[in-house]
Each structure stands twice: as C-alpha cells, then as structure tokens.
C-alpha cells in the first residue's frame, strides 16, 4: 500500500510541477512514512516542504493544492483512503480505511514464513566470509559476537533476495601456527616428563595441555624419536585439526554453520598468489624497492604503499589475502562482505586497494569491523588475560546463558559499537530481559490460540480492527519487509532486532488493553487473526536471528 501510495504522489508530483512550471531534480526525494500514532494517520509526507523551494510558495498552501491534485489522481489508482488531512505548517497525513489496513494481515496470513521476503538483493551474489579465527585456540567471546552478526545477517539478505554463501578462512600458514606446532611440541615432552620450555610468545592456554594429552594416547612417545622438524610439523597440523573441530562444535552449538572453508596454504600449493601478482604487475601495480617487493595501493587512496614480499622472500600477510579475494570474484560473486576484528581496522584500504587495483569495483567489496564484547557479572567486568592464555570462551558463555541469549545479546548493537554483555540479565527469565521478552510474546499469543480454540481464519472482518492499538499493531506488521530491506541495506541485524522489540511492545499493549476472546465472536475472530499475524512476524524475525520462538514458556 505504501508502495502504490508513493507512485499516486509521484504521478501527482509531475502534473503539479508542470502546472507550476517549476523544475524538478529527478530523482526528487521526499519522504512518505508510517506514522507511529494513528491520531495523525497511517502514512505521512513532507512533500510540500520539499516543493516550496521550487515553487516559492508556502508549504500550508503547497499541501492544499497538493491534497486536491491527489483526490482527483486518485480516481485512476483507487488507493482506498479515507481522507487527506493537513497538519502542522504542511505535513500531509493520509488516512486508509480499515479494509485496506487489515489487507496487511492477509498477506501475513497467505505468505506465512515467507512473509517479509523480497527481491531487493536480486541479481547480487554475496561471499560472506565472517569469524575466520585462525586454528590456534578456543573462540572467544569476541569471535562468538562475529558468528552471531554474520549468520544472522546471512539470513537477512537472504530474505531481501540475495544470493548468499557464507566462507571462513583460515590463515593456516605463517609463524602463527608454527608456534602453535612449538607450543604443543613442548606440551608434548612436558606431560611425558622431558624438560621443555614454551617458545617466546608461544601460546600458554590450558587447552594445549588437553590437546598434549590427545597426542600422546594416538601417538605415545614416539614423536620423541622423531626428527625435531618433523615433530613440530606433526603437532601443528594435529593442533589445528583439534582446535578447529572444537570451533565448529562451538559454533553448531549457536546454529552457526559454513557454507565452505578456505585456507590459506591452499592458495600457495594452487599457485593463486603467485597468479594474483603476476595481474597486478601487468597492471604496472607493483615495484621492486631495497630488494622487496612493493605495491602501489597509495593509487586507491591508502596512505602508503603496501609491501607483498619481504626481502627475505617471504610473503607478507596482505599478498595471500589479495590472492583469495581475487579467488572470490573469479568464482562469480559480485559482492564481497567481510567482518574483522578491530585488530584488523588499518587492514581495509590496502584490501579495498587490492581489489580496485584487479579491476573490481570499491562498493563491490565491504569490509566492516565488528567491536568486542566486555562480560559483566553483578555489575563488574569479568577480567580476562589473553596473554597469560585466560579468557572466556564461547562454549563458556553458551553454557551459562544459553544460545538464544547469546545470539541475540550479540545482535542486538550496532557492531561499531563496543558491546557490554550482562550475564546476571541474559540468564533472568523476566521481560527486563529482551530475547525472554520476544520469545514470551510469541508464547503469549501461541497460548492465547490454543485457549480460544477456534480456527484462524481469513474470513475475519478486519474493518472491525478500528482500536488506535489495533490499527498502530498493524501498520508495524506491514513495516516488517522493510525491516529487513533496511538491515541488508546497513549489514547490520540490530535493526531487526530493534523491529522486533517494537513489535512486542505493541502487541502487548494491544492486548492489555483489548480483550481477544470476547462474546462477540466476529470481533474474537478480528482480533485472532491480528494475533497470529504478530505471532508469525515474531516468528519469522526471531528464526532470522537463529533464535528458538517457543509457544510456552
């Protein structure tokens, strides 16, 4: 309805304009939106605001002509309004009728869980890679935070029309996990009784201990006869295998799961680094300079230009990473979404440079960084150590709260933002908590059904929903496609969950106020039909959370 109100403004636009003689920027912007209190109607525009400029006429005078101009197009468009009413100093506020409004609720009712998808992403396919933890221990909580907005936001594209795979990488090379190899090396021959120290910056958590213990039942001591090297080799790849079977136990523990993994030796036993050199150097991208080698990512905008290869003739960081993102495209996606840590924020030019330097678009590469997460029990930060190998895993934090609140606690900010996550809150099962308030909202109507014990049905006579409370609940349904459309359009799944705390705030003000099952049994079967229409908007918005929507509770 909106949808088709904007295009009777629009049509209505073009003939005031032309009987104004004034001139129009095209696209010419203005605003229609659904107004939170239905005193001032179901829809409303600043259109005459945005005239006065070109016109040079008052906006009250503007939105007068307007309002008649629209009242005779509208005989072409059949809009069912009620009335067109003027307010504030031009401020346009349409009226539907209760039969238009109540249409809302039968698209609910006929699209049920596809209710809220659209074709706004269609045409885009997105590589979404997110968490991407390299195999060296637990994920955190701060990795947990990342799974959460990245799965989640993967389902909301998907209902906005996208085409989406969702990637982790791992950075599988490196001195990283040579020292992780060291590091379990020395765990090794410590349990079995051997003197052995932990390399410099090593990785000292307990969990290498566990891992110690694994390698010896497998492996007894054989490994001390082992050439050095090889046993180092031998303990990487086993650490990393251990370490990443725990991290996708983690993350199917939040409902968490990828579409593919990638890693980066793959890139060098396949030649791809070298392939992506070789472009950019045909390109005229790359220089030798003290022996390294340079690339000329200050093209695009970066504040210096980046190293690819050491002196020594090791690679650096940035030369696989280009070589994978270029690996992206040539798989035929169109779009590349990647959430990072804020360790990696100096990261995103050089990257962004990268791919505009293979000849790829900048909006065709996003890059957001997601914030960490601060624990809070009894109102203090629960302290925690990386270095000394101490920190709060995500298996911890699952254990404790549950996965619904995890996800939702890790969603329910902007990613800019630092999050601070309250333990004692996540666990209460009050509706001061917010994930137990949705889910008891979509109980309460789920028990509300089964007590009325009479089908819904979309014969209901929804003019009969006249309330300020019932009208306001169903302009909020109807928002909820373009909820979704605004969260893909941000990459940020907050928005969903804001949307839902709305919604769940209007649904039980309508039913404190408003009795559902009365004697009046046209108006009972009224008031059904907009529960469950909330009940399955709940329903739809709490699953693209990954989060359970139970009917009792």
């Not at 605004?486 to 209007?506: G, H, I, K, Q, V």
Request: charged share 30%; aromatic share 10%.
């Amino acid at each position: 309805m909106k949808n088709i109100l904007e295009e009777l403004i629009r049509t209505a636009l073009m003939r005031y304009a032309q009987s104004k003689g004034a001139e129009l920027p095209s696209p010419f912007e203005f605003e229609l939106v659904v107004t939170k209190n239905s005193a001032h109607g179901d829809l409303a525009s600043n259109i005459a605001f945005k005239l006065a400029k070109y016109v040079r006429t008052r906006p009250r005078q503007i939105a007068d002509e307007f309002r008649s101009l629209l009242e005779t197009e509208n005989k072409n468009f059949s809009i069912p309004i009620d009335k067109i009413e003027i307010a504030g100093g031009g401020f346009l506020n349409f009226y539907l009728s209760k039969a238009a409004l109540g249409g809302i609720l039968y698209e609910v009712f006929n699209q049920g869980e596809r209710y809220g998808c659209s074709d706004f992403g269609k045409g885009w396919k997105v590589l979404l890679e997110f968490v991407s933890a390299n195999p060296t221990g637990p994920l955190t909580i701060a990795h947990g935070r990342q799974a959460a907005v990245g799965d989640s936001l993967a389902r909301i594209l998907e209902a906005a029309g996208h085409t989406v795979e969702k990637e982790y990488y791992l950075n599988d090379a490196g001195r990283q996990m040579r020292l992780l190899g060291e590091s379990l090396w020395a765990r090794y021959r410590e349990r079995l009784g051997q003197p052995a120290a932990l390399p410099e910056d090593g990785y000292q958590g307990s969990y290498l201990l566990d891992i110690a213990g694994k390698l010896i039942e497998m492996k007894k001591d054989s490994l001390l006869r082992e050439d050095p090297e090889k046993a180092v080799e031998f303990c990487r790849k086993f650490a990393a295998g251990e370490i990443m079977s725990g991290i996708r136990k983690d993350l199917a523990d939040i409902d968490v799961s990828f579409d593919a993994y990638s890693n980066e030796t793959k890139l060098y036993e396949t030649k791809a680094v070298d392939a992506a050199l070789q472009q950019l150097e045909q390109k005229g991208y790359l220089y030798e300079k003290d022996g390294a080698l340079w690339f000329r990512s200050t093209d695009f905008g970066d504040d210096k230009d980046r190293v690819l290869r050491k002196a020594t003739g090791e690679y650096t960081y940035l030369a696989p990473d280009i070589a994978y993102h270029r690996g992206k495209f040539k798989r035929g996606f169109n779009r590349l979404i990647n959430f990072w840590g804020p360790d990696h924020h100096g990261y995103i030019a050089r990257l962004k440079a990268a791919c505009q330097a293979l000849g790829y678009a900048a909006d065709q590469i996003e890059i957001r960084i997601i914030q960490l997460t601060t624990l809070y029990r009894k109102g203090e930060p629960v302290r925690m150590s990386t270095r000394a190998g101490e920190f709060v895993t995500l298996e911890e934090l699952v254990k404790e709260v549950g996965p619904d609140a995890a996800r939702f606690f890790f969603v329910m900010r902007k990613i800019e933002s630092h999050l601070d996550f309250d333990l004692d809150l996540a666990k209460e099962k009050s509706q001061e908590n917010p994930v137990y308030y949705l889910q008891y909202a979509h109980a309460r109507i789920a028990g509300l059904l089964k007590f009325a014990d009479i089908p819904v049905s979309p014969e209901a006579d929804v003019k009969l929903l006249a309330a300020p409370e019932e009208t306001d609940l169903i302009k909020l349904i109807g928002e909820f496609p373009k909820a979704l459309i605004r969260a893909s359009e941000a990459l940020e799944p907050y928005r969903l969950s804001d949307y839902l705390r709305d919604l769940a705030a209007s649904f039980h003000k309508f039913y404190t106020l408003h009795r559902v099952v009365t004697e009046n049994q046209e108006l009972t079967k009224a008031r059904l039909f907009l529960a469950d229409a909330a009940r399955i908007v709940l329903r739809n918005g709490l699953t693209l959370l990954g989060i359970s929507h139970p009917d009792s509770m």
